[in-house]
């Protein structure tokens, strides 16, 4: 049954990516943006919800938040391929920049986050 609530959830996340990504390109600001906030949200709320239920065995519910609707939300896909574009348009800077960006700002949000969690659980 948990994994229909993956699947579900998934969608969720999914599309409420779409819409983040959808809302930057109306107010005219690059992809980059809407992957790095939605990558350093989602790595954010998995570290809470990691530091919530890190004593515990992980229940349906966090299964169904963590792989599912965070699985659906952030996206290292799309922003490997966005620092690829980079790299290959000759954007050199910018695409370790936002590697870089990535990496840290989604380890950093994911401790912050995992911290919280231990601090409410």
Do not use: K
């Amino acid at each position: 049954m948990t994994w229909l609530w993956v699947s579900f959830a998934g969608g969720v996340g999914a599309v409420l990516r779409h819409l983040v990504h959808s809302g930057v390109h109306r107010a005219g600001q690059p992809s980059t943006r809407a992957t790095l906030a939605v990558n350093w949200l989602g790595s954010f709320v998995i570290g809470v919800v990691a530091g919530l239920t890190s004593e515990v065995v992980p229940s349906p519910v966090a299964t169904a938040i963590t792989a599912g609707l965070l699985g659906g939300f952030t996206t290292f896909s799309t922003a490997s391929v966005e620092a690829a574009e980079l790299w290959r348009d000759g954007d050199r800077g910018p695409a370790i920049g936002l590697t870089t960006a990535m990496l840290v700002g989604s380890v950093f949000a994911c401790v912050v986050g995992f911290a919280l969690g231990r601090v409410l659980a």
